[in-house]
C-alpha cells in the first residue's frame, strides 16, 4: 500500500496534465511543439518527461483525449471506438474538431502559451485545418519533431503495453510494470489492453501511418520546422529531444 502511495504521488507530479489557467511560459521562449512517430513509438512517454523536465510545458495527447471519450461513452466516443477497434485511422473532421475544441477550452490559443501536442494532427489535411487556426490566433507551431524508433522494437513494446484508461496512465511488463500485476498504481483499478495492441492492428496502422507520415513531414520541412529523434529507447531518444526543446527555449 505504502509503496501505492509513493506512486501515486509521482504519478501525480509526473504525468497529471495542468489545468486551465496555470502558469505557462510566456514571451519570446514559447514553443509550441507536435510529436510524430508511428504508433506506439513512445510519444507519450517522451512527452511525460517533457512535462517533468520544463514543468511550464503543457499537453494534450490525442489519443488520451479521445479515450477519455470511448471511456464516458460520449457520441464522439462510440465514432472513435469503431474506427479503432478496426484498425482504421480516425476521420480527420472528428479529430481535428476533438483537438481544435480542446485547445481553446483550455485557453492555449494565443502566442503566449507553450505546450505540446501528441498524435495530431496525422494527415495534411488535419495539419493545414490546425495550421490555419494556429494563426488566426497568433499561435503557430514552433517546432515539429518526429520520435522513430525500428519497428521490430515497437511491436514488442505494444504486446507488452496495459493502460489505464481513465487516466491514460500506460504500463509495460518489461520496463514500467505496475506494483501490483493488472492493477493501476494510483487507484487500484483494473488495467486493460488497447483494442489496438494486436500484431494484426498494428501491421495494419504502420501502413497507413507509412502513407499519411510522408506528405505531413514534408508538410512541416517546408516550413522549416521539422526534426528528427532516433533509437530504440527511451533513454536514447530523450536526450536529443530535450536538446531541441532547449535550444528553442533560450535555455
Not at 488520451?64 to 471519450?69: A, I, P, T
Not at 502559451?113 to 497568433?138: H, I, M, N
Not at 483494442?195 to 510522408?214: H, I, L, N, S, W
Request: charged share 25%.
Amino acid at each position: 500500500m505504502a509503496r501505492r502511495r509513493d506512486a501515486a504521488k509521482k504519478s501525480r507530479r509526473a504525468r497529471s496534465p495542468p489545468g486551465v489557467g496555470q502558469s505557462v511560459m510566456a514571451g519570446a521562449g514559447a514553443i509550441r511543439l507536435l510529436l510524430l512517430g508511428a504508433p506506439g513509438a513512445g510519444k507519450g512517454t517522451q512527452m511525460g518527461r517533457l512535462l517533468q523536465r520544463f514543468p511550464g510545458l503543457q499537453a494534450v495527447a490525442s489519443g488520451d483525449l479521445l479515450r477519455r471519450e470511448i471511456a464516458a461513452g460520449s457520441p464522439l466516443g462510440e465514432q472513435a471506438a469503431a474506427h479503432i477497434a478496426a484498425g482504421r485511422l480516425l476521420p480527420d473532421a472528428l479529430v481535428s474538431s476533438a483537438i481544435l475544441d480542446e485547445l481553446a477550452r483550455r485557453r492555449w490559443l494565443h502566442g503566449g502559451a507553450s505546450w505540446l501536442l501528441d498524435g495530431f494532427p496525422r494527415t495534411v489535411a488535419q495539419a493545414q485545418e490546425l495550421d490555419a487556426a494556429l494563426e488566426r490566433a497568433d499561435a503557430a507551431l514552433t517546432l515539429v519533431v518526429e520520435v522513430a524508433v525500428p519497428e521490430d522494437v515497437i511491436l514488442d513494446r505494444i504486446q507488452k503495453r496495459f493502460v489505464h484508461v481513465p487516466s491514460g496512465r500506460v504500463y509495460n511488463l518489461d520496463y514500467n510494470p505496475p506494483c501490483e500485476a493488472g492493477r493501476d498504481d494510483v487507484t487500484g483499478e483494473p488495467l486493460s489492453r488497447r483494442p489496438d495492441d494486436t500484431p494484426e492492428v498494428f501491421y495494419k496502422r504502420m501502413q497507413e501511418y507509412a502513407a499519411t507520415a510522408g506528405p505531413l513531414k514534408e508538410h512541416y520541412a517546408r516550413q522549416g520546422i521539422l526534426r528528427t529523434v532516433r533509437g530504440p529507447t527511451s533513454d536514447i531518444v530523450f536526450p536529443q529531444l530535450e536538446r531541441l526543446v532547449q535550444a528553442q527555449l533560450g535555455t
